[in-house]
């Protein structure tokens, strides 16, 4: 079903982009599997809302939040690699 997911990747594009800072850690946690499926199920578009959550990454910033954060990232990352056009740009 990959037309279906398109109104979803929108809004959820627009959630990080607007309101993602003011996401508590639940929500934030629920989010970020959220993203780690639409990964697995290799869904259109998914790499904007990868770059959007990369935009979060607050640089010099080396506390234990924003360390975890960026290292969730990147274990997404690493581990859907092989899936190119959808993470990584060939």
Known sequence: ???GFSLCVLELKRL???K???LLEPAKK???WLLTELVKLKV???DTLIAAMMRH???GDVSGKNINFITAILRLLIDHKYVP?????T
Request: proline share 0%; net charge negative; charged share 20%.
């Open 30 to 32: 629920q989010l970020f």
């Open 16 to 18: 990080i982009l607007d």
């Open 1 to 3: 079903m990959r037309d």
């Open 57 to 59: 990454i607050v640089g």
């Open 20 to 22: 993602h800072h003011k």
């Open 44 to 46: 259109t578009d998914v």
């Open 85 to 89: 056009c959808y993470v990584f740009a």
